[in-house]
């Protein structure tokens, strides 16, 4: 199976301060990859679909890029709100799989 | 979007099977594909199984063949996760979303249920 490991685990990080978030998968998926972003209590939220495609209602600063086996998820102008933990899903091979998380703390 | 809504929290004994319900409304049924997955206590997202777009047929997780059932009722527009020979592991929020679009084998999970609470202990 495709698995995804991201990085970091954890970052601490300043409002208003750019944010990068890698998702590398162990062999190529061309570009199905999709990220959500889940708050605590709550469902996960679709929020780049297919590496750079953006999708409904989701804030434009927040932005996806690559293919392959290398992605990233970037927030410019980091907010309170975008405080969450963000996964990478694969959907390219069966079984489909997800990374571990990245958790955003505010500083 | 499609709406999903989950069948309440269950407490199983180690060794017995649960039943988990997902309601989806707001499409046609036949262009929902219903997929699950859970989320153990402060662990990440680990996906069960679910009906591909195109194939139309049901695929599942490794760590989970022959213990798992994903089932659906056309009639009431319900999806159902059956999981056998609960351990004290299997304890976690199960969600079920839906894979979209229905054209794409490889797409994305649009909508969610709210999650159903799943804890297995003696």
């Known amino acids: 199976e495709v698995v995804l490991t991201q990085s970091p685990d954890l970052q601490s990080v300043t409002l208003r301060d750019r944010v990068t978030i890698t998702c590398r998968a162990s062999e190529s998926i061309g570009t199905n990859l999709h990220w959500y972003q889940q708050k605590p209590g709550q469902s996960p939220k679709l929020v780049i679909r297919?590496?750079?495609q953006s999708f409904s209602g989701v804030p434009s600063r927040i932005t996806g890029s690559g293919s392959g086996t290398e992605f990233t998820l970037t927030i410019n102008s980091l907010e309170a709100e975008d405080a969450a933990t963000y996964y990478c899903?694969?959907?390219?091979?069966?079984?489909?799989?997800f990374g571990q998380g990245t958790k955003l703390e505010i500083k | 979007q499609v709406h999903l809504v989950q069948s309440g929290a269950e407490v199983k004994k180690p060794g017995s099977s649960v039943r988990v319900s997902c309601e989806a409304s707001g499409d046609t049924f036949s262009s929902i594909y219903i997929h699950w997955v859970r989320q153990a206590p402060g662990q990440g997202l680990e996906w069960i199984g679910g009906?591909?777009?195109?194939?139309?047929?049901?695929h599942y997780a490794h760590n989970f063949q022959g213990r798992v059932t994903i089932t659906a009722d056309k009639s009431t527009s319900t999806s159902y996760l059956d999981l056998d020979s609960l351990r004290s592991d299997d304890t976690a929020i199960y969600f079920c979303a839906n894979l979209f679009p229905d054209y794409e084998p490889r797409g994305w999970f649009d909508s969610w249920g709210r999650g159903t609470l799943v804890t297995v202990s003696s």
């Open positions: 009906r591909i777009p195109v194939l139309d047929t049901t």
């Open positions: 297919f590496a750079s």
């Open positions: 899903h694969q959907s390219d091979t069966l079984p489909f799989t």
